[in-house]
Structure formats: structure tokens, C-alpha cells
């Protein structure tokens, strides 16, 4: 910016995770090795001229000769962007979790390469031409629908964010995660493509009195099973083939999978194979056993699917490092089960005080959004926050309020607030604020 004293970040080592992730003890925050690199820019005279050492190596000769065939691949540069497991939750390589590298991505769109992951049993891989989808229960015309059928229904595209319920979860045992990969990512958003689910319960002819839920089954070795109300089912929820413009990938759930938009993404079942209309819940194992709140009175809070309104900086954000004092842009997602996001709110004194950040278009239903604010950073230490409202008036909690009402002992749907304090030299960590 025109006047002020640009500063770097520089990014976080995210091929690894603290010991305090895999023993639960204690936390542990390793530097970034991997500088940003550098603005360089001259004025004046000196600007007409150019010297020879200031020209790189790959200005001197011609390229490598261009591919134009093949699927095309990002620069080797990029290598350290993936997704990561945590070797503290996935110890069976079937049942798995990876989570979408958020700090370095920009706009809302996740690319497909990177959308996180959450195996049961592994990853089938389904032959689309023997696939089949089962429509029946209470319908009058069961349906038995290959591919091609249903690709030849009314299609609609749509941006949708997708988020575990357990995005978050290890925060509840204050286990502080270094970084936003491992704290807020297992959650994507991309453009989907597909059918809507009401298309193809009208063309079954479902029973609009007695169905009230629809089972969705998935073809992986779990056959994992998830119970939908109706009036989900009738309003946004899709049966989808495609992602981000081409066809969904294997883990996503080529060549068919279910989306239910602002729903814990357990419910969007992949490798969709059979869709059920019943007049109750099925308390399948999924939603009987795990994906549930266990509240401070020892009760369980069952069906609880809606992913409250949430937010988090991403930039800067836990391992990175702030080289110099001077202009930062803090920057972050936020996103609401419930509909849109309205504001939020960025603080840089851990609560106390709060300014209001720039929604960038596209804000979209049930979908990430991305907010922006200026921060001059004077090199005082600092604990960077925010705070989301959606469109309903819900307002993102503190963890402390949180906890008043849902106790400590739960793993699912954790939508605190997330803080990281700014070290005096520059560090960033997560910290939970007393």
C-alpha cells in the first residue's frame, strides 16, 4: 500500500505436528523455515536502467517445451500445498482424516486437489458404469438409476461449503493444534454440480404424507448411512456427479455422492448407491454412536447436524511468523450452516475491542466467505480474533461461553472463537484465552 511499511509473513513448516497433538500433554511450536520472497523495487534513474545481475537465470534462455496434452499440475514450488493427516487421529490408514492446507488458499473456492478427507473404510473405486442408484421405501415408482440416467435430469450448479463436525474438536481438551490446517481444516468449499435431490423424489413419486426422512447409504465397505429430514431433502440438498467443473475424484466420491449444504459433512454421503424414504429416523451407527454431543449432564445431543456460524483468520495464523513491523491485511473465512454471513468482527486485543472486516464478494448461502481487514502492526504483542454473524442473528460464540452450555467433554461442532497471539518477535501460536 501506497505509503505504508509492507511487512512479510513467513509461513508455517507444515510438514509436521507437535508432540503435544500425539501425547496430549504439553504444546510445542516449531519455527517456519520457508521465507516469503521479496518485493524488490527501484525508483528513478536507477529504474531505467537495467542490470545484468538482476536478471534471473530463466530470462536468459527459452523454456522448457509446453505441455498441451496430459492433466495439467501445479508448479514444484507449491509441493509443500496438500493436505495433511494427523497421525494422532488416523492410526487405521482406511479410517482417515486429512485437512485442507486454509492458510494457503485464496478466495472461497477450494481446489479439488486439496479438499480434505474423511474416510470409514477405505476408498472403493467404483466402476461408473456398473454403478447404480437404488431410489425406494415410501415411494409409488421405485427407481433403479445408472450414471447416464442420472445425468439426463434438470442439472443445477452450486457453491457449498462441506465441514466434519469434528472441525475443531481437539480444541475442546485444550490441545493447542499449531497451525489452521490442523485447527479449522476439515472443511472445503467448492462449485457442485449435480441433481437436486426433490428432482429425482418427484420422479419416484415419494409419499408427501408419510415421508418424512430419507436414508442415504454410501458403497463404501462401512456402507455408511445417514438419516435426512424431508424438509432438507426438499429444499437444497443434491445428488452430485461433479466438482469444481469435472467430475467428482475417487475421494470425493466418483462418480456419485450426496450433498447436504450446511450440514456436518458426514450426512453428505459419498459413493451414494441408495437413497430410502421412511416416516421415522433410522439411529443408524453414525448417528447413534458418533457425530453426537455429549453434554455436561451426561446426555447426548443426537441429530445436532447444523454447523453453527464460524470463522477464522487464516492470515496470520498459527507457525507463521511476522517479519517486521508495519502493514499486515489479516484475512480469514467465515461460513454458516444456517444461510448467509452477515458480518465479522476482527479484534487484535483478544476481545476487547472490535472493528468491523470487508465481506468480499461473492457472499453466498452455506458457503466460506472471505473477510479482509487492515492491521499496522507496531510489534507490541497481539491476540487476533473473529467473530462471525450470520443472516438468522446467530452470533459466533467464545470458547468459555461455549463450554458454559456444552461442557468440555464433547468432540463435534466446536465453533468458538479462535485466537493467536503475536509473539513481540514476530511468532504467531494458538492460545486459548482465559
Known amino acids: 500500500m501506497k505509503g505504508v511499511n509492507a511487512a512479510r509473513v513467513i509461513a508455517a513448516p507444515e510438514d509436521h505436528l507437535p508432540e503435544a497433538l500425539l501425547r496430549l500433554q504439553r504444546r510445542n511450536f516449531l519455527r517456519g523455515s520457508v521465507a516469503a520472497s521479496a518485493l524488490v523495487a527501484s525508483t528513478g534513474a536507477a529504474a531505467q536502467t537495467t542490470s545484468a545481475a538482476l536478471v534471473p537465470p530463466w530470462t536468459r534462455s527459452l523454456g522448457a517445451p509446453v505441455v498441451t496434452t496430459g492433466y495439467g499440475m501445479p508448479s514444484k514450488h507449491e509441493a509443500n500445498v496438500q493436505r495433511r493427516q494427523s497421525p494422532g487421529l488416523t492410526p487405521q490408514p482406511q479410517a482417515s482424516i486429512s485437512f485442507t492446507p486454509l492458510q494457503n488458499l485464496f478466495g472461497i473456492i477450494t481446489p479439488s486437489g486439496v479438499h480434505f478427507e474423511r474416510h470409514h473404510s477405505g476408498m472403493p473405486e467404483v466402476d461408473p458404469q456398473q454403478h447404480r442408484l437404488m431410489i425406494h421405501g415410501l415411494v409409488k415408482r421405485p427407481l433403479m438409476l445408472t450414471m447416464d440416467d442420472v445425468m439426463r435430469f434438470p442439472s443445477v450448479s452450486r457453491i457449498h461449503f462441506i465441514e466434519c463436525g469434528a472441525n475443531g474438536g481437539m480444541e475442546w481438551a485444550n490441545v493447542a493444534v499449531p497451525t489452521v490446517q490442523y485447527t479449522h481444516g476439515m472443511i472445503a468449499c467448492s462449485e457442485f454440480t449435480g441433481v437436486l435431490l426433490s428432482t429425482l423424489l418427484d420422479e419416484a413419486g415419494f409419499d408427501r404424507a408419510k415421508g418424512k426422512f430419507v436414508l442415504a447409504e454410501g458403497a463404501d465397505g462401512s456402507a455408511l448411512t445417514r438419516t435426512i429430514p424431508m424438509e432438507f431433502a426438499l429444499a437444497d440438498v443434491m445428488v452430485v456427479y461433479g466438482q469444481n467443473g469435472e467430475m467428482l475424484r475417487p475421494e470425493n466420491g466418483y462418480p456419485l455422492r ?77 461460513w454458516s450452516g444456517r444461510g448467509r454471513v452477515k458480518r465479522v468482527d476482527v479484534s487484535v486485543d483478544g476481545g476487547r475491542n472490535w472493528q468491523t472486516a470487508r465481506l468480499q464478494e461473492p457472499v453466498l448461502t452455506k458457503a466460506l466467505s472471505r473477510f479482509r481487514i487492515d492491521w499496522n502492526w507496531d510489534g507490541a504483542p497481539a491476540l487476533l480474533q473473529s467473530r462471525a454473524v450470520d443472516e438468522t442473528g446467530h452470533v459466533q460464540p467464545n470458547i468459555h461461553q461455549l463450554r458454559a452450555v456444552r461442557g468440555v467433554r464433547s468432540i463435534y461442532h466446536n465453533n468458538a472463537v479462535q485466537t493467536w497471539r503475536v509473539q513481540p518477535d514476530g511468532e504467531v501460536w494458538n492460545v486459548q484465552v482465559a
Not at 453434554?295 to 492470515?315: A, C, F, N, W
Not at 511468523?321 to 491485511?329: N, P, S, T
Open 258 to 334: 450426496l450433498l447436504v449444504p450446511g450440514v456436518q459433512g458426514v450426512s453428505s454421503v459419498k459413493w451414494l448407491r441408495r437413497l430410502e424414504v421412511g416416516d421415522k429416523p433410522w439411529n443408524t451407527r453414525e448417528e447413534s454412536l458418533h457425530y453426537i454431543d455429549l453434554l455436561p449432564d451426561g446426555m447426548h445431543r443426537q441429530y445436532s447436524g447444523v454447523q453453527e456460524v464460524k470463522s477464522v483468520i487464516t492470515m496470520p495464523s498459527g507457525g507463521q511468523r511476522l517479519v517486521g513491523k508495519g502493514y499486515f491485511e489479516i484475512t480469514g473465512l467465515a
